[in-house]
């Protein structure tokens, strides 16, 4: 296979991704669709700079060289937009800085000083700081993202941006005459500058499909396990950890205690001020409690007005201190809505774990049952069952 050939082939895989991905955008959720946007229009540049180059014998040199440089650097560039879209960044300024100087330094290297190794050495290093600032928003992304695919992709990225190094030195070292052409057979580098131009395009397009893959599953299973209101573990995950939690300290003799807290006349506030005030009130008094855990402690709301807290090595005396400190926590910080001070108080039921709970459900129920026994006794209190 000659390079014009590869070329060929490679801006048909590069245009065949290109449009899988198109086909693919509507399906995508909304925060994920500029940023594939701007992968696609990448992809689609890359492979309309690389068809370009095949057909360079057939069209004046200075325009091939200059266009298609300009297409594969703007979508470089594409790549970059993308990734700073997908991890929710601001695109450093001079975005187009790179791709605008390699193609001035092409131009001007081809139609009034023609030099084969300055534009190498030029388009080189616009490559070269492109991948480079793609690499470090994926490095950078690691602590929000550690899937493989991002590691995949920061891989590609890094392997192309060594590739492209030992391209430089290769040309450089080859002392190159003003009649030399990528697009033609005199080296074996000619042959595989298609197929690095197609890793990004074709396995790299691969691995991001991969990054919103991971992203919208990680949604799913964050949506299935938090409360949509207060951002707080939901029903569903305070009864997978307060179970785990309850089989460890039984297995290991360590104490445990639980606490149910419900919002004092939470029904008033929603019929004298609207549901949406009352919508901040839950988020406000789950601010407060999860402000006030002690470490290792977890705050979740089931469901209407009411939390349950799990509190770790925690026996009588310490479960109803911390019970203590999360009722003042919040009684002493009324939100505010507007000019509208609105105080709120709650109740707190706590059980610890004795010999006779058969699983957590059992110690809930006392919990639940120390709660009413709060609420009777003129809410705005802490009692501990029996």
């Given at each position: 296979m000659d390079s014009s050939t590869a070329f060929i082939a490679a801006s048909l895989m590069m245009l065949a991704n290109g449009t899988v991905l198109g086909f693919m955008h509507g399906d995508l959720p909304v925060t994920l669709r500029p940023a594939a946007r701007n992968w696609q229009s990448g992809t689609l540049l890359v492979a309309c700079g690389c068809s370009l180059f095949a057909v360079q014998p057939l069209l004046p040199l200075t325009l091939t060289v200059t266009l298609s440089n300009a297409l594969i650097l703007l979508g470089l560039t594409a790549y970059y937009r993308a990734l700073c879209a997908f991890y929710e960044?601001?695109?450093r300024a001079l975005l187009w800085l790179p791709a605008a100087?390699?193609?001035l330094g092409v131009f001007w290297f081809s139609a009034f000083q023609p030099d084969t190794e300055s534009r190498i050495v030029i388009i080189s290093a616009a490559w070269l700081a492109?991948?480079?600032?793609s690499a470090l928003i994926l490095w950078q992304g690691a602590g929000r993202d550690d899937a493989l695919s991002r590691r995949m992709l920061l891989g590609i990225f890094v392997g192309v941006f060594l590739f492209t190094t030992l391209r430089l030195v290769h040309y450089v070292t080859l002392r190159i005459g003003p009649d030399f052409s990528i697009a033609d057979n005199a080296s074996w580098m000619n042959l595989a500058t298609p197929m690095l131009a197609a890793t990004l395009p074709v396995i790299g397009t691969t691995a991001f499909l991969l990054m919103c893959s991971d992203r919208i599953r990680r949604q799913w299973e964050r949506a299935a396990s938090t409360?949509?209101?207060?951002?707080?573990p939901n029903r569903r995950t305070l009864s997978e950890a307060g179970a785990q939690r309850f089989k460890t300290a039984r297995a290991r003799r360590e104490e445990f205690a639980i606490a149910v807290i419900d919002i004092d006349r939470f029904k008033a506030v929603n019929d004298q001020h609207g549901h949406e005030v009352g919508d901040i009130a839950l988020r406000h008094v789950g601010r407060r409690l999860k402000a006030a855990l002690r470490d290792g402690d977890l705050v979740a709301r089931t469901g209407g007005e009411e939390f349950v807290v799990l509190l770790e090595g925690a026996g009588s005396v310490e479960a109803e201190a911390a019970a203590e400190r999360l009722r003042?926590?919040?009684?002493l910080d009324p939100f505010a809505v507007?000019?509208?001070s609105v105080p709120v108080t709650v109740s707190v039921g706590v059980a610890v774990c004795r010999t006779q709970d058969a699983d957590f459900n059992a110690l809930l129920r006392r919990a639940d049952e120390a709660l009413y026994a709060a609420k009777a006794s003129g809410r705005n209190q802490v009692k501990l069952a029996a």
């Open positions: 960044r601001a695109p100087l390699g193609t492109l991948m480079g600032k409360d949509y209101l207060t951002g707080l003042a926590a919040v009684r507007g000019a509208l």
